[in-house]
């Protein structure tokens, strides 16, 4: 089911952060790094050209977790891809 609160996903996997990756106004990029795709928030993620070139990588590398701890077993990229923000599809 896809998240309403666009403003806790990584605009390139979808996961659901615990802090917005992007501040509470959008603009304000933590730089901290998804532990599934690996994204650098505010760095590879800050245009849409830079999520779909990094978002391809990802998925032509298996789309493997960086924190490979936290994925669920029930885990679907293809799921999980639903909550990413429809600007950055």
């Not at 994925?71 to 429809?86: D, F, G, H, I, L």
Request: charged letters at 25%; hydrophobic letters at 30%; one cysteine or more.
């Amino acid at each position: 089911m896809p998240n309403n609160n666009e403003k806790m996903v990584c605009r390139v996997c979808g996961l659901i952060q615990l802090d917005p990756p992007w501040g509470e106004d959008g603009k304000s990029p933590s730089y901290e790094i998804c532990s599934c795709c690996g994204v650098e928030f505010g760095y590879e993620d800050s245009s849409v050209n830079g999520v779909a070139t990094y978002r391809k990588k990802w998925l032509e590398g298996g789309a493997n977790w960086v924190d490979a701890k936290e994925r669920p077993s029930n885990w679907s990229a293809e799921v999980q891809m639903k909550n990413v923000p429809t600007e950055f599809m």
